[in-house]
């Protein structure tokens, strides 16, 4: 036998958990100043139909100077596919996309090398690898949630075929709430203004606690609620896997989310269990409840009325302020802020939480599948 | 070739999700009123000393009948070590622990073997699986997580030789809130009162709210919070797989799961950047950060602090009253409220909330291993 | 921030790789004299009707004490069907079968507890994990294959209704070979005889030469050969998933697997092209190919001819006679050979093949389902 | 409750299996024709050295045109690395490798866009799929290969900082076989020949061979060997994933296989369990087996000896002849061979098989640290 001597000096650290899903699954890679960041869809069927433009479409909800109350960085972020697709038709192959990074300004970034910026990953990953890429927050930076802006967009192809549709939209920025119920009418209302907030008196509101926010270098947080419509009943497995409970990590996995609640919520421990009930009765025929404080998942299983629920965001750690923090070293020194930022993630996270939401019921959509013998 | 005709009748539907963690692996089984509950741990490490009698001091936490606010099923919960452990320390190999199910009154559901109760499993179960265990909710029925308990009594037995401290409360029952904060006195008193609320006084208050409630046939809801001390720096997996996103799909998976936020949560979005930020500072050696809203975790990775986090619970569905509500044929019935159920799920998912967390920990701890070269 | 400081002594491994399958999937546990070996079936579809006898008539094909060949240890090994069926029909949930040791004689093994046997995994597991269950080989006995014929059984079930036929027999014992093709005629032979062969002339040759190997103390190989019927077209994945490269590794994981070929196998390679090419034609209405060196699978998806493959098994390790060894000290010793063990491990090993080409197929079943849209 | 009505026409099947390894992860993508052919590895730890060069060396091994027995297509095959390296050093996130496709003549395949080339994998994958991308065999062409290799050679990398060396060539070309064992002298031989023969002359009959096959517009098929040393004791999990088998899948996956064994294999089924046994003795100190039968894994997990397999690789399918075939309509036709295709798989596969291997390593590497506490 031959004695191996491992003699290695550094610490190694590797990270996983870059794929999302188990039969349409999606892997995502890129830093926020590397050349590029894409996703493979791995478990798309062959024979739907990929239409580009629909993805580019999605890309420009999520894009950096759509609106003056966003980042003025400037990403083009076109999407290439470069695999799983022929004749415009998907082949059942994996669906290779890639999005080039065209602005990165890396000097933008020299300033925060060795220091850490708070209620950042700095910290945290140069103690986790031993190493990290400082550009941008490299692989922590929001900028990954594009590769599943592009790899949503899939999915909601393929959801449309069903007839599932989702709706995102922002519901709070800081102290402003809106507490309607979406309609025909107000549901149109969304993407009509920069804040994506279906009230469009208190869109202008909130745009403008944005600007005043932004002026202050400062930044705030808010919420967005989603509502999924025409859901088969028989989506989600239970116990672990129940879908309000994939729905919630995917809501997590999210940059600057803070929690997750659906149906009734956190409100809704306040409640007897008298009034909470969704007592079941038959509605034009179908099966349906008078309330929906279930959010529209019992037992973790979809039951076809609509699911909803909510996700909150931090206020972006990134402000235009000095800041005490450390260094490399563990010294105390002052982080001043630097570059172009958004003052609140919400409206450009609409798209992303329906990206998410998109991927997993086009998933569980499967998994309920892998079903009759 | 032959040719195969495939001539299936009814729908036949399967379910997965019973699995939970990726490198420390439990896979859960049984049913309500079957013959058994389990648990098969799959990496747990060799050289563990496995102690049964703290598995079955777990498991007493969880048990029914413990108090008077409680159901009052008489389980005897006592686990069975069937592999993996040899001279009562673990040998690398599954670890399969059984709990049979010895109280069960099968006939207390012959009520409802055709009907479904409201904000129950039982509807999506039937329209998913085309058939079911009506017994006492079979596979969907809260006696499952007695398979976590048992699972999580390991991880935490793993977790002590690492130093991490799992400690979890009830911090609300409807509508009474505890609002402080966890101290070397307080936390001696959770274990005291039947409620598991750290403030001796408002458990009384809690306690005779859950009675009250009860007697109407009623219950309630409520919160429990859960404080993780001793975490290294470094666990979680960026992107899809943030440590707060694992953790909060673990919760979401109990039963009765309606919400989860960490560190500043929901209330955190109202705050601004500049208040938020978890400045760095250096204390007594080691780097601390003056305020936590980020509940310990930065990035998706733990920062050392202590992490955080709240878990909603809604009013238990079963009622003793009765409610309106539809059969399989569709047609609509009344369901009345029978046998023996918790008024209200806090106080008995304290030790689940603490299982669901050490499960965590300890596969992001062994994630994290995988990784030096 | 907290100081950690991990002081741990012994080296502490653990293990996994106890499942099999991804959507039929399984999880082992057990060792050999430990109380029980089981198995959690997760992914059957709900509507199967689950019999358990034929589940026990596997057991008694794989049972040690059938027949003058092969080991005399009595186990009776009825299964015990714990959770995930329902009136005789599964429902979705994990499907737990349980296979207690009843005749474990530990004591036999007390020999050995610190000296490792050659060809055994005893100094394997011992440096894997630091400490090992001796008796009887603990977790790498060929006993853990029980729980995959309990499995295997439930697989069957399933192929039934979808048409699929598995049979595997013995082509060779030592240097006795069968050579001939199976037939309506001869495959009735295969279960009447000890040895399992189609032939029953040689069969009687095989039965001799075992029974006088046996007699001398050692012990001989042989190979087994697995024909599958009706398998739709279109099964297995592309690339790393092919059909054929999981029923490799399914075979391979077999206890004394040496080697795997499907089709025309090793003596294929001699071959050119123009012969070994499998033209296509149309056979009674049906696609088929005159020659079948393909052996059914084609860029390793199922091309509905009949799948057929081969496997090697080594003579069983533990003979009757002194070897020279090493003891945990790693000082020199002799093993010598004590116990009631078998001297030809094929003939109890065709059940198991079967067992474990039904999980790969029936996953793989599951596999191509989802997909639909 | 909403009903939805799924009315789709057309058979939509889905892919999967384009990832392989647990912890050090591949996933492959990308057509023979398409624009660029991928891998991303997940799961790579930081701080390893990414040396490109070395990336570019392996695949000009595998690259087609590198002699006169290969196909004569020109594929420049340079990688690009796209994510996971920041100074030429590895980050811990996933690795992005990107070989675009440069000379493909898609029009070569027009003649088989709708006939089935015999014991190709197009009938298959139209079945399953209902439609392919058929220039070149799309996903299911040997081009695939690309990106293991790129893959592997990162894998490399990682083991080369462990000890561990893996070595492989060709051992049969048709009838043509060396039965030697590798030396000092001769391991250098093997990539000085076009063959990869470690025998210099009988690399040159092999060579000979080959091109007279070619002439004849036929192919041929042979058998790889290869070697690993140096690999610690203690890869490889027991029951399923054996390191045998997970080596054996990772051979069967790649395009041609046939068959695989370790050790003694299929010749060793013929001997008797004393001769076959590996008895242990003390070799300069360290454990050691005097043969080697179980070629270096025992119980599934290696045992410090050297590892070696045998893969069997079928004549390629290929060829310039008329062959009789069936269209999409199932009708009758003629398939006529045509392009630049090569006339035996062995010489180019080498480097695959030495990829899949260090893959396979890696990972298991990895499995085994998940492992202290």
Same mark, same amino acid.
């Given at each position: 036998?031959?004695?191996?001597?491992?003699?290695?000096?550094?610490?190694?650290?590797?990270?996983?958990?870059?794929?999302?899903?188990?039969?349409?699954? !999606?892997?995502?890679?890129?830093?926020?100043?590397?050349?590029?960041?894409?996703?493979?869809?791995?478990?798309?069927?062959?024979?739907?139909? +990929?239409?580009?433009?629909? +993805?580019?479409?999605?890309?420009?909800?999520?894009?950096?100077?759509?609106?003056? !109350?966003?980042?003025?960085?400037?990403?083009?972020?076109?999407?290439?596919?470069?695999?799983?697709?022929?004749?415009?038709?998907?082949?059942?192959?994996?669906?290779?996309?890639? +999005?080039?990074?065209?602005?990165?300004?890396?000097?933008?970034?020299?300033?925060?090398?060795?220091?850490?910026?708070?209620?950042?990953?700095?910290?945290?990953?140069?103690?986790?690898?031993?190493?990290?890429?400082?550009?941008?927050?490299?692989?922590?930076?929001?900028?990954?949630?594009?590769?599943?802006?592009?790899?949503?967009?899939?999915?909601?192809?393929?959801?449309?075929?069903?007839? !599932?549709? +989702?709706?995102?939209?922002?519901?709070?920025?800081?102290?402003?709430?809106?507490?309607?119920?979406?309609?025909?009418?107000?549901?149109?209302?969304?993407?009509?203004?920069?804040?994506?907030?279906?009230?469009?008196?208190?869109?202008?509101?909130?745009?403008?606690?944005?600007?005043?926010?932004?002026?202050?270098?400062?930044?705030?947080?808010?919420?967005?609620?989603?509502?999924?419509?025409?859901?088969?009943?028989?989506?989600?497995?239970?116990?672990?896997?129940?879908?309000?409970?994939?729905?919630?990590?995917?809501?997590?996995?999210?940059?600057?989310?803070?929690?997750?609640?659906?149906?009734?919520?956190?409100?809704?421990?306040?409640?007897?269990?008298?009034?909470?009930?969704?007592?079941?009765?038959?509605?034009?025929?179908?099966?349906?409840?008078?309330?929906?404080?279930?959010?529209?998942?019992?037992?973790?299983?979809? *039951?076809?009325?609509?699911? *909803?629920?909510?996700?909150?965001?931090?206020?972006?750690?990134?402000?235009?302020?000095?800041?005490?923090?450390?260094?490399?070293?563990?010294?105390?020194?002052?982080?001043?802020?630097?570059?172009?930022?958004?003052?609140?993630?919400?409206?450009?996270?609409?798209? !992303?939480?329906?990206?998410?939401?998109?991927?997993?019921?086009?998933?569980?959509?499967?998994?309920?599948?892998?079903?009759?013998?």
């Amino acid at each position: 036998m031959v004695i191996i001597v491992l003699n290695l000096i550094d610490i190694f650290v590797e990270m996983k958990g870059n794929s999302f899903g188990s039969i349409f699954r !999606i892997t995502t890679f890129g830093e926020s100043h590397g050349k590029a960041l894409g996703v493979i869809i791995d478990g798309c069927p062959a024979g739907l139909e +990929i239409d580009e433009n629909f +993805i580019n479409h999605e890309l420009a909800r999520r894009r950096p100077g759509q609106s003056a !109350i966003v980042t003025q960085r400037k990403e083009p972020d076109q999407v290439q596919i470069l695999s799983g697709v022929f004749n415009n038709v998907s082949i059942g192959t994996p669906i290779s996309l890639l +999005i080039e990074n065209k602005n990165q300004k890396s000097k933008d970034y020299s300033h925060i090398s060795e220091k850490f910026r708070p209620s950042h990953a700095d910290y945290t990953y140069q103690e986790k690898y031993g190493l990290r890429d400082y550009r941008g927050g490299g692989r922590s930076s929001a900028r990954e949630t594009v590769a599943r802006v592009a790899a949503g967009a899939i999915a909601k192809l393929l959801l449309k075929q069903i007839g !599932i549709e +989702i709706t995102a939209y922002v519901c709070q920025v800081g102290h402003l709430t809106w507490e309607g119920e979406l309609s025909l009418d107000n549901i149109k209302e969304i993407e009509k203004n920069p804040v994506r907030c279906p009230d469009p008196n208190l869109a202008v509101e909130m745009e403008t606690l944005i600007k005043e926010i932004k002026k202050q270098g400062d930044t705030v947080g808010g919420v967005i609620k989603c509502t999924i419509n025409n859901v088969p009943v028989g989506l989600g497995e239970p116990v672990f896997d129940k879908l309000h409970a994939d729905l919630g990590k995917a809501m997590l996995s999210i940059n600057a989310c803070k929690g997750f609640e659906y149906g009734s919520g956190f409100e809704g421990t306040k409640m007897r269990g008298s009034e909470h009930n969704d007592q079941f009765t038959i509605k034009e025929g179908s099966v349906s409840t008078g309330t929906n404080h279930s959010g529209g998942i019992q037992g973790g299983i979809s *039951n076809g009325m609509p699911i *909803n629920f909510k996700v909150a965001f931090k206020p972006v750690a990134t402000i235009m302020r000095d800041q005490e923090s450390i260094d490399e070293q563990h010294q105390k020194t002052i982080v001043s802020g630097k570059g172009r930022h958004d003052p609140c993630v919400v409206p450009r996270a609409v798209p !992303i939480v329906e990206a998410m939401a998109a991927l997993v019921l086009a998933d569980h959509y499967f998994r309920n599948k892998t079903s009759k013998i």
